[in-house]
């Protein structure tokens, strides 16, 4: 959806979502966004939080990433 609608470069799902020992009901879904226009961060997050209504999300824009995250989204994060 955000690759189509707000034609970001790619999404890629990281964090405790992708380890079943520490993914759990209420653990949240990372997603980490690559090329996605400022001013439409919050209109995409709104709605990829209301796609995945039953968890707490966090959408991070990859060029704004902390480096310890950069490197986990390169090194164990899937793309979507």
Do not use: P, T
Not at 9 to 36: R, T
Not at 66 to 72: A, C, I, P, V
């Amino acid at each position: 959806m955000l690759k189509e609608k707000y034609n970001v470069e790619k999404v890629v799902l990281f964090g405790s979502v992708l380890n079943e020992d520490k993914f759990h009901l209420h653990s949240d879904v990372d997603l980490a966004v690559f090329g996605l226009k400022d001013e439409l961060f919050f209109k995409a997050y709104a709605e990829v939080m209301n796609i995945l209504s039953g968890f707490e999300v966090d959408l991070l824009d990859y060029k704004e990433c902390r480096e310890s995250f950069k490197k986990e989204i390169k090194e164990r994060g899937v793309e979507l």
